[in-house]
C-alpha cells in the first residue's frame, strides 16, 4: 500500500520527522524515500521541485496526490487510513479541540525555537542585535512554560492519556530542545514528556541518522 508513496526528506526537520511518525504510526512503512542534504542544496534539485516549487522538505507523493506541507500530508495519512494503524485524531469533542489547538499552537512554538536556535545561521554577525536576541529568547521562554503548563494538566500525552496527531506534530520540536541543550532539570514536564515517547516505536524508527551518528548535540539552549 505504501509502495505509491514517495517521501522526499532531510535529517533532523521537525516537519519531515512528522510525516515520518505519521507513516510509522499508520504501519505504512516500505513507503519509497529520499534522504537528502540540505548542506549541498539538494532539496532544491529538480525532483524535489517538481513535487515542491518551494523547493522545501518535506516533500510527499501518493499516487498523483501531492502534499508537501507536513500538516497536510499528516492530515491526510490519518484520514485515508482511519482504521488501519493508531488512530490519530480522537472522537470525543473535548479531545478533539484540545487536539486541533495544540497542533497549531505547535507551529508558534517551533516558530520561536527556530528563531533562537537558527539566529546566527540567519543573521550574519555584524548584524546581530542584542535587543533581538534577548526577545528571542523570553519568547521562547514564555512558550516553555506554557508547555510545561499543558502537560502539568493533561499527564502524560499533549491530550491526556493517548497518543494523537498533536504528539506527532509537537514531538520533533521538543526533541529539538534536547539536542540543543534545554536543561531538563528547569522545565520537568517536558523532559518527562520528552522521556517518554522518545522510544515509542514510531518515533525510535524516524530518529533522525545524523543524531544518531553524532550523539553530541548543541548547547544554545542551556541557559534559557
Ligand atoms: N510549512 C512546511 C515547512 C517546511 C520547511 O520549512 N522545511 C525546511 C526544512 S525544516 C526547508 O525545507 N527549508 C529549506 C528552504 O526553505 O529552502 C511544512 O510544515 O512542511
Given amino acids: ?15 519531515c520527522w512528522r510525516v515520518m511518525i505519521a507513516l510509522e504510526e499508520k504501519n505504512l512503512q516500505g513507503y519509497k524515500q529520499k534522504l537528502l542534504s540540505f548542506e549541498k542544496l ?6 524535489v521541485l517538481a513535487v515542491n516549487p518551494r523547493g522545501q522538505l518535506p516533500s510527499f507523493k501518493h499516487g498523483d496526490n501531492i502534499l508537501n506541507e507536513s500538516y ?9 487510513f482511519k482504521s488501519q494503524g493508531s488512530k490519530l485524531i480522537p472522537d470525543g469533542p473535548a479531545e478533539q479541540a484540545i487536539m486541533y489547538q495544540r497542533m497549531f499552537e505547535g507551529l508558534t512554538f517551533y516558530d520561536k525555537l527556530g528563531a533562537v536556535i537558527y539566529h546566527e545561521y540567519y ?33 502524560s500525552h499533549l491530550v ?21 541543550g ?12 520528552y522521556a517518554l515517547l522518545k522510544d515509542r516505536p514510531s518515533i525510535k524508527a524516524s530518529w533522525p541518522p545524523h543524531w544518531l551518528e553524532y550523539p553530541k548535540g548543541q548547547d544554545t539552549l542551556k541557559d534559557i
Avoid at 497536510?72 to 485515508?80: M, P, S, T
Avoid at 554577525?125 to 502537560?151: D, M, P
Avoid at 496527531?165 to 526533541?175: G, H, K, Q, W
Avoid at 534545554?182 to 514528556?193: G, I
Fill in 72 to 80: 497536510a500530508a499528516c492530515f491526510y495519512l490519518e484520514n485515508q
Fill in 182 to 193: 534545554l536543561s531538563p532539570e528547569r522545565y520537568p514536564k517536558l523532559a518527562a514528556y
Fill in 1 to 15: 500500500m505504501a509502495e505509491n508513496m514517495t517521501l522526499f526528506w532531510g535529517s533532523g526537520s521537525a516537519p
Fill in 123 to 155: 543573521v550574519p554577525e555584524g548584524e546581530r542585535l542584542a535587543s533581538a536576541i534577548k526577545r528571542n529568547c523570553q519568547n521562547l521562554i514564555t512558550e516553555l512554560q506554557l508547555w510545561e503548563g499543558y502537560l502539568d494538566k493533561t499527564g
Fill in 42 to 47: 539538494e532539496h532544491k534539485s529538480p525532483d
Fill in 160 to 180: 491526556g492519556s493517548s497518543f494523537t496527531l498533536a504528539d506527532v506534530m509537537v514531538f520533533p520540536t521538543v526533541a529539538n530542545l534536547y539536542r540543543f
